[in-house]
């Protein structure tokens, strides 16, 4: 088991080096520098670097292969892997990429999950679970990720992966929460853009008897695939990957009758798409009812019914104290929006059933450790920025506050707690953007004044969007992060301003299923009912939850979550526009250096300490070093502590003692306590070893001794005795004749005695010595 601090070390040893591994080792601390140390990296293929316990990641826009069994036994670059995994038995862990979208957050998710299933333990259950961890991840890419002008894989969900352990350290279970699905895309894209996944890979990889089946016809069909012009996607093969889907429902355990379901849906949703209406007479009216029949056969409702639910809507009115249901007729626009309504709940509620599938699949009923991947959106700024880019928005903001909390604010804090003499950092804390958005009064923030609007106002279009203006104007005006702008306003993120267009806003923040959409579906078959499982006989009171309410909640909960883990951040950055390989756009990653904070990161490192321990754990870990204090201290920890540092030489001003642990301020401090560890243990295992030889050799002989005994044994004709008695030594009968013990001293020992005849040069016999004794 190796601490982070080895394994740093370990790697400088014996892996290639290109510019600076750990960050706070920079010589300078500015952007050009932290710029220029990334390309370098960058260009010879290391695109992953530390700044202390942060791992930096720049993606590199091609396969690199850090994950095969050779990379995990020799130099795993995540190395956080193994911290959190070999940590796990103690705390919770979750790791949390952050960046812009197309940064490789979700890829840094993948080889996360794919390195803790390669190097946790075997199985039956064990391995069941694995294949659902790994097969997880093309099924939900397949329904959630999409092409954006920025990205070709864009996670267009949250997804929140809890891997659970046993004991033993062995993922045994796990837990899948699922954010904002990016709903409006499956009804409009921009240009350059694709619909999910999914739709491209059903009409390429669908067998001929399935397409017959669906109706499959080519992309270019369907109204919710021509708008943006674009099919294709550059190193995507969407026939191979709808195999690999389908093979992941397979092995997570969806039933064969489930699957074709869900294929149904997602065929039926791109048919819906084709219904069109007219203007006739002040209503909306569907243009072509033949379109009508394969959607409703593929959802499994009625042609007429369906034609009805789409061109009226059922409301309740209040008159002379009586309530009565009247059928209103809609008008075109209403139409588009029930029809396209009606669309982004079929596939929400399908995406949400397949998370559930996952849960269900890899569900335990006691939760013991977990690690925790976080995968969400990266932050967004497009050329038209809607409410959904202001969603994505906000919940990097929050996510880059707990960043904040937990690396900048937090750190400095301890070293305050602890007494430290340091001196502090200026960052900026972003926490005054998340109020103005999510501030619920005094003054109310972004989202409430939003979500009073959409309560208030029951026209949809220009007018409410007008008047969410003007509050907003009202409310926030003259907040330092907030402006006004023609069609919208403007928001002072982290990560710089973005222009949010307001057109829309009301109306996707409403995110209303009508009940006549809910009653329609759930005259379907059992499937399909289950995805709309409402009471309409139940009367809601109160505001019905918005789209913005619901993500704030969500934001604030997956807060909660990781606020109670140790969290591992993998800052992820994004080095070009072009999607190429060794492409580097240096004022694009100069700007996501500044606004991911990574100079104050390494400023807060460098000013404060690389390594803190509590006493007690750091005496249990270095101990061994003096005699005084191993096996165990007597004494207060805080002495035990000083007395080793100063045993091993340590400079004073590499170190402070705090209330409670010791701060060591270099990496290169710690590298030799860790080295002089080395030595002992080395030391030790050599005189173990010494001990074992000798031990196995002396068996050794034994063995022998007895093995050539009885070959000879009752074999022997002369000195028949001789075999099998012990030895003696003195044939001259020491004890017996004192007039040769004379010549010895009394505390000295006769090992042998024997008499000799010796020869001069010329090998005469000179004389026999009767009395001679010779000392071993």
């Known amino acids: 088991t190796q601490s982070k601090e080895q394994q740093y070390h370990w790697q400088s040893q014996n892996v290639k080096q290109s510019g600076v591994d750990d960050m706070v080792l920079l010589s300078k601390i500015t952007e050009d520098a932290i710029v220029e140390n990334l390309k370098k990296r960058f260009m010879d293929d290391y695109i992953f670097t530390y700044i202390g316990p942060v791992l930096i990641s720049v993606n590199p826009f091609k396969q690199m292969p850090y994950f095969t069994d050779r990379e995990i036994e020799t130099k795993c670059p995540v190395c956080i892997c193994v911290h959190t995994y070999i940590c796990m038995c103690y705390a919770c862990g979750t790791y949390n990429p952050i960046g812009e979208s197309g940064a490789g957050k979700t890829v840094a998710a993948k080889y996360i999950m794919g390195y803790i299933s390669k190097v946790s333990g075997g199985g039956g259950k064990v391995q069941h679970v694995k294949d659902i961890i790994l097969q ?193 007729t809609l008008n075109q626009e209403q139409a588009c929006y029930t029809r396209d309504a009606l669309s982004k709940a079929l596939y929400a509620r399908l995406f949400d059933y397949l998370v559930e599938a996952i849960n269900k699949a890899m569900q335990k009923p006691i939760e013991e450790f977990s690690v925790g991947v976080l995968d969400i959106y990266g932050f967004e700024i497009f050329q038209r920025n809607g409410f959904e880019q202001f969603c994505i928005n906000f919940v990097n903001e929050k996510l880059q506050q707990i960043f904040i909390e937990l690396t900048l604010k937090a750190e400095q804090e301890e070293y305050v707690q602890e007494g430290i003499k340091w001196t502090p950092i200026e960052y900026f804390n972003n926490k005054i953007v998340c109020d103005l958005i999510e501030n619920k009064l005094n003054p109310p923030g972004i989202m409430s004044v939003l979500d009073d609007v959409c309560a208030t106002m029951h026209a949809k279009g220009e007018g409410a969007d007008g008047t969410l203006l003007q509050k907003l104007q009202a409310a926030v005006g003259t907040h330092d992060h907030f402006n006004n702008w023609n069609s919208g306003f403007v928001i002072h993120h982290y990560a710089g301003k973005v222009s949010y267009d307001i057109s829309g806003f009301c109306e996707r923040n409403r995110d209303v299923l009508f009940p006549d959409l809910i009653e329609l579906m759930q005259s379907s078959d059992a499937f399909i009912r289950s995805l709309f499982p409402e009471n309409l006989n139940t009367d809601k009171k109160g505001r019905p939850t918005t789209a913005g309410s619901k993500i704030k909640r969500q934001a604030n909960e997956l807060v909660d979550t990781l606020m109670k883990c140790t969290p591992h951040y993998i800052r992820c950055i994004k080095p070009n526009e072009t999607k190429r390989p060794r492409d580097w756009e240096e004022s694009r990653v100069k700007h996501q250096v500044e606004y991911l904070g990574l100079k104050e990161n390494i400023r807060v490192r460098r000013a404060g300490f690389a390594y803190r321990r509590v006493f007690k754990k750091f005496l249990q870990r270095y101990s061994i070093l003096t005699p005084e204090t191993y096996p165990y201290w007597r004494g207060e920890e805080k002495q035990g502590v000083l007395h080793l540092l100063r045993s091993v030489n340590m400079d004073t001003d590499q170190y402070q003692m705090g209330r409670t642990k010791i701060f060591v301020k270099n990496p290169e401090s710690l590298f030799l306590l860790e080295e002089m560890r080395e030595r002992k243990f080395d030391t030790f295992a050599r005189a173990i070893q010494k001990a074992w030889r000798k031990y196995i050799a002396r068996r050794k002989y034994e063995q022998m001794r007895e093995e050539a005994s009885d070959i000879l044994y009752n074999s022997k004709e002369r000195r028949r005795n001789s075999i099998n008695r012990n030895f003696v030594g003195d044939y001259l009968g020491m004890e017996e004749r004192p007039e040769l013990r004379q010549f010895l001293s009394k505390r000295e020992r006769i090992d042998f005695a024997d008499s000799v005849t010796k020869y001069d040069r010329r090998f005469k016999a000179l004389a026999e010595l009767s009395n001679t004794e010779i000392n071993n």
């Not at 009758?257 to 065929?267: E, G």
């Not at 203007?279 to 009625?302: K, M, R, T």
Request: net charge negative.
């Open 136 to 328: 997880s991840n093309p099924l939900l890419e397949a329904f959630g990720n999409a092409k954006t002008v920025r990205n070709n894989n864009s996670s267009r969900f949250g997804k929140y992966f809890e891997i659970q352990f046993s004991r033993g350290g062995e993922p045994d279970g796990g837990k899948i929460s699922n954010f904002l699905l990016e709903k409006s895309r499956v009804v409009s894209q921009n240009e350059n853009e694709r619909n999910f996944h999914i739709f491209y890979q059903l009409i390429e990889g669908s067998s001929a008897q399935q397409k017959e089946a669906l109706g499959i016809m080519t992309p270019d069909y369907y109204n919710y695939l021509n708008q943006s012009g674009t099919y294709k996607v550059d190193g995507t093969n969407d026939s191979k990957e709808f195999q690999e889907t389908m093979e992941a429902m397979q092995v997570i355990g969806i039933p064969g009758d489930c699957q074709m379901q869900a294929l149904h849906i997602v065929a039926g949703i791109l048919h819906l798409g084709n219904i069109s209406f007219i203007e006739a007479g002040n209503y909306g009216q569907v243009e072509s009812p033949d379109l009508l029949a394969f959607p409703a056969y593929l959802l499994g409702i009625d042609q007429n019914w369906l034609q009805e639910k789409l061109t009226s809507r059922k409301m309740d009115s209040k008159w002379g104290g009586k309530s009565e249901s009247i059928n209103v």
